[in-house]
């Protein structure tokens, strides 16, 4: 049976490139970059290289970018490095910290240890679309605001927020600004200094690197407290040896990104229109998230009448591999909170699937995917209780 990979959102193939590229610093130049002889010396240029490669992918400088365990650690490092080093305004009146309801867990879980500490917590709701209201943010700014923390580009409905609008409130009121862009490097452009980002945290695996390795963006001038004591690796900031294959993997993902976007965004977005096109013609299928301002790779829809899982379940029978949500709530069995926040009912949000494409999808099989979707919806369809034609 032919296998198709359909839920990119969750994570990524690793480029053959990519790992070619990584390879020899598994056996060859395996030497630590904090040596100074010569396999240490081998392993800090290609480290460099690494911090270059993700440099010039959001328009930032070298000694910006900072290397983590992955996107969870980055935005643990932001929320909490700004944070800690505000601790006195947690004996003022908040809200300290603004985020929004619809955020990953690696930011929703982060502010409610925070708030556990101490710290106040605004979650911004989001309208049907999944946008926050640039108001609304204005409104909850308070004078003891020190960060605002909003995703670029949800993971689950793919909605793109107005990132560009919430640096410059950001900074009109002095606020740090953090954005989890996971999901967004490599699929849009990014300029960190034109859009106002202080600290963006981004993940390898989300773009055809390796799992386990990401990087935080932090403008230069910006303090962060460490989280991580050690050794004073990454400038004091994130001690631990680096995970030398792993970051020439991010950098040589970034850079084939980077030579890569100007088709594969386009190409994405054509197959994205195609499969969204084909799957509205079944009855009672609905888009959920922002008809355009979303991801070129997401499409995420809910059926009437039928669980999301099942669906996954029959697709995957198919050889088509979906997602029902984020790859981390998904052995949960809560209704997603994006989809709850976006005003769905649990019922409807139990009905939603995400297919997510990647730039090795082609056009054969988001047309074989539309065939097959309809084909499981209908059978779902005629055992459901909740479908009553
Ligand atoms: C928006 C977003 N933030 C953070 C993460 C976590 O990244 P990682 O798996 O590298 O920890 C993910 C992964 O699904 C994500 O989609």
Request: proline share 4%; hydrophobic share 35%.
């Amino acid at each position: 049976m032919k296998r198709i990979f359909m839920d990119n959102a969750s994570t990524t193939k690793v480029d053959p490139e990519v790992l070619n590229t990584m390879l020899p610093y598994f056996t060859e130049y395996y030497g630590n970059p904090s040596s100074i002889h010569a396999f240490g010396r081998e392993a800090r240029k290609a480290v460099d290289t690494a911090r270059t490669n993700i440099a010039d992918l959001i328009s930032a400088k070298d000694d910006e970018i900072i290397f983590t365990a992955g996107g969870t650690e980055s935005d643990n490092l932001a929320i909490k490095g700004i944070s800690y080093l505000n601790k006195e305004k947690r004996t003022t009146k908040g809200p300290h910290i603004i985020t929004s309801t619809i955020e990953h867990p690696g930011v929703l879980e982060t502010c409610r240890h925070l708030e556990t500490q101490g710290y106040q917590v605004k979650y911004l709701p989001v309208d049907t679309d999944g946008i926050i209201d640039l108001m609304d943010l204005r409104k909850s700014i308070s004078k003891n605001t020190f960060l605002i923390t909003i995703m670029f580009a949800n993971n689950e409905i793919g909605t793109i927020q107005p990132i560009e609008e919430i640096g410059k409130i950001s900074h009109e009121h002095d606020i740090i600004f953090h954005t989890d862009a996971v999901q967004a490097v490599a699929k849009l452009p990014i300029d960190v200094k034109k859009q106002h980002i202080d600290l963006l945290s981004l993940s390898s695996h989300k773009l055809h690197g390796p799992k386990g390795v990401g990087a935080l963006y932090i403008r230069n001038g910006v303090k962060v407290q460490p989280i991580i004591h050690g050794g004073g690796h990454e400038k004091g900031i994130r001690s631990s040896t680096l995970n030398v294959p792993g970051i020439v993997g991010l950098g040589k993902a970034c850079d084939l990104a980077e030579k890569r976007m100007t088709k594969d965004i386009p190409y994405m977005k054509t197959l994205r229109d195609l499969l969204i096109k084909n799957t509205l013609q079944i009855e009672e299928s609905y888009l959920n998230g922002h008809p355009k301002k979303r991801l070129v790779n997401n499409a995420h829809f809910r059926f009437t009448g039928i669980e999301g899982e099942s669906l996954l379940l029959g697709l995957d029978e198919q050889g088509i591999a979906t997602s029902t949500g984020s790859a981390c709530s998904s052995q949960k069995l809560q209704a997603s909170h994006v989809l709850l926040a976006i005003g769905l009912d649990p019922v409807q949000a139990h009905g939603s699937l995400r297919l997510s494409l990647g730039r090795g999808n082609t056009k054969e099989e988001v047309n074989y995917v539309s065939k097959i979707i309809p084909q499981v919806v209908e059978k779902l369809r005629m055992m459901s209780p909740l479908w009553n034609r």
